[in-house]
């Protein structure tokens, strides 16, 4: 259990997730949100994924594809699709995968800060390299 209000499965340099259910819900207080995210590529793997906001405002789930290339592959998604405006600095609440190719990006920032407040955040890191381009979400 995290105290702080955020839920957040990172990887450095990639993140590869295979899993049968994904499910993420953006949380009860204000600001909060649940985030699978990835400085490099980010592929995710699963025969059902569930992502909703939470019951506060400005309550996200989201895939943070923040290496520029995101492969999200599904048979059947709720709440998928492509943010095309970065979901830590919009007030609304919203769920999908936001790609962003750039290094000094305030969602890292955003990230990387938050990170910074709490004591027990999982982190997952594999040993791919790092993509610096931007590229796109394909799901399927």
Known sequence: QLDTPFAVILGVKSLDVNSEFIEMNGG??????????????????????????????????AFLALGGAAEITSTTCTGCGELLSDPLLDATSQTGTFVSGLL??????????MLGQGENVDKAEEDKDDGDTVGEAECH
């Open 28 to 61: 009860g207080s204000g600001g909060a949100f649940a985030s699978i995210a990835s400085f490099g590529d980010l592929t995710v793997a699963s025969i059902d994924i569930k992502m909703q906001v939470g019951s506060a405002a400005n309550t996200d789930a």
């Open 104 to 113: 000094q990006n305030p969602t890292i920032d955003s990230v990387l800060a």
